[in-house]
């Protein structure tokens, strides 16, 4: 069966460091995203692709980047880790036909 | 930006009782989805609504799409203990986009 994968599913890392997160997905997706998860904030998209070698900011992109080297995947790089950046992430793909968003199972990051 | 508010943001119900969560967009929307997160989960494709003034059912759950296309709202009969979770709308502002625009979330938690 076709799923979304992420990993590491719990990280804990120091400020300053430079953490990677994971995405993989095999429903063969054109379009992938990232959402952080905050109390009080819902789902706040952090950077999304709709293909190979395309990215794109999304509402809160500061400190983060990603890039897109093939179908299935999309890490999410924290170039250097900061307090402010202990969440929940979210991992998600869609297709251009129907739209609907598969989510991951989410990464649990907490920077110390 | 685009923003989409969600009321309330928490909600406590006896069970049997009927829920309903509400999204105004502050611009009108192309389409409107629906998710479901179950606590410590993440979130599930619920429906999605794209004609102006359109109603579908799913069991229990009713989903209506204003006629104006800038809100949306979900409601619940009767709900039962595994309707618990936090329920997402989320807005797709421009026809053909991918991305989407979630809600702050309702927590509905239920009194057996």
């Known amino acids: 069966d076709a799923e979304i994968t992420q990993s590491p599913r719990h990280k804990i890392t120091e400020t300053g460091r430079q953490v990677t997160l994971a995405c993989h997905q095999t429903?063969?997706?054109?379009?992938m995203f990232w959402y952080r998860q905050d109390l009080g904030h819902g789902l706040r998209l952090i950077h999304y692709?709709?293909?190979?070698?395309?990215?794109n900011k999304g509402e809160v992109s500061d400190g983060y980047s990603v890039s897109r080297s093939n179908t299935e995947d999309l890490p999410l790089t924290l170039e250097s880790a900061a307090s402010s950046q202990t969440s929940v992430y979210f991992c998600?793909?869609?297709?251009?036909?129907?739209?609907?968003?598969?989510f991951g199972p989410g990464t649990r990051l907490t920077v110390l | 930006g685009q923003q989409v508010m969600q009321i309330p943001q928490y909600q406590h119900v006896q069970e049997g009782e009927d829920f309903t969560t509400y999204c105004n967009s502050s611009?009108?929307?192309?389409?409107i989805q629906w998710y479901k997160q179950r606590p410590g989960g993440h979130p599930v494709f619920l429906i999605q609504?794209?004609?102006?003034?359109e109603v579908k059912k799913q069991k229990r759950l009713t989903f209506q799409f204003g006629e104006a296309k800038k809100n949306s709202s979900l409601h619940i009969t009767a709900t039962q203990t595994t309707d618990v979770g936090t329920y997402f709308c989320?807005?797709?502002?421009?026809?053909?986009?991918?991305?989407?625009?979630f809600g702050q979330g309702t927590r509905l938690t239920i009194n057996p």
């Open positions: 611009t009108t929307l192309s389409n």
């Open positions: 989320a807005g797709n502002p421009i026809q053909g986009a991918q991305k989407l625009v």
């Open positions: 609504l794209v004609k102006s003034g």
């Open positions: 998600a793909s869609s297709d251009h036909t129907y739209n609907e968003q598969f």
């Open positions: 429903w063969n997706h054109n379009n």
């Open positions: 692709s709709y293909g190979v070698h395309d990215t």
